[in-house]
T-cell receptor
Framework: DARVTQTPRDKVTEMGQEVTMRCQPILGHNTVFWYRQTMMQGLELLAYFRNRAPLDDSGMPKDRFSAEMPDATLATLKIQPSEPRDSAVYFC??????????FGPGTRLTVL | EDQVTQSPEALRLQEGESSSLNCSYTVSGLRGLFWYRQDPGKGPEFLFTLYSAGEEKEKERLKATLTKKESFLHITAPKPEDSATYLCAVQEETSGSRLTFGEGTQLTVNP
């Protein structure tokens, strides 16, 4: 049963520290998305890639966030330096040609 | 700017009591409307995609319908295991693969 996997599932860190979240998309999917979910803002798209190339990162704070796909089986989202307002659940999703998106279990980030 | 509004915010039903959730949207051109289910502590789980007004899709006790301005998720004879947050999202023709999500409807089905 193919699934998107994310690590870590939970991360607690202190303000100013670097945070890296990882995602393994479903094998064969060529589009990978990063979302952030908070109680206040709901589910928001941060960025997405197709065939490992960034297509849209307009939802991502550029000064501290970066997203990459080193290869087709790994996507990373990095925050440096982290701030308390970054506390949220970060979801990775993958799809084929960007139609239906299948979500991973999420990384719950707490920045103290 | 795309807008998606879901109502009600929360809905409490008795087991077997059928009801509907609403998703109203404003987009310049709809490519697709998506319904997801989200359980606490988990990622959204895909349910349906609707592409054009008049289209309907069913899965077990759920049926999704689409008009030019809104979508309904009908729940027939719900069970406690249907309790979850139901999210609606739209994909606009000129926005690539971007999904714009509503705030969700939190459904509780009591036994």
């Amino acid at each position: 049963d193919a699934r998107v996997t994310q690590t870590p599932r939970d991360k607690v860190t202190e303000m100013g520290q670097e945070v890296t979240m990882r995602c393994q998309p479903i094998l064969g999917h060529n589009t990978v998305f990063w979302y952030r979910q908070t109680m206040m803002q709901g589910l928001e798209l941060l960025a997405y890639f197709r065939n490992r190339a960034p297509l849209d990162d307009s939802g991502m704070p550029k000064d501290r966030f970066s997203a990459e796909m080193p290869d087709a089986t790994l996507a990373t989202l990095k925050i440096q330096p982290s701030e308390p307002r970054d506390s949220a659940v970060y979801f990775c999703a993958s799809g084929l040609l960007g139609d239906t998106q299948y979500f991973g279990p999420g990384t719950r980030l707490t920045v103290l | 700017e795309d807008q998606v509004t879901q109502s009600p915010e929360a809905l409490r039903l008795q087991e077997g009591e059928s009801s509907s959730l609403n998703c109203s949207y404003t987009v310049s051109g709809l490519r697709g409307l998506f319904w997801y289910r989200q359980d606490p502590g988990k990622g959204p789980e895909f349910l349906f995609t609707l592409y054009s007004a008049g289209e309907e899709k069913e899965k077990e006790r759920l049926k999704a319908t689409l008009t030019k301005k809104e979508s309904f998720l009908h729940i027939t004879a719900p069970k406690p295991e249907d309790s979850a947050t139901y999210l609606c999202a739209v994909q606009e023709e000129t926005s690539g693969s971007r999904l714009t999500f509503g705030e969700g409807t939190q459904l509780t089905v009591n036994p």
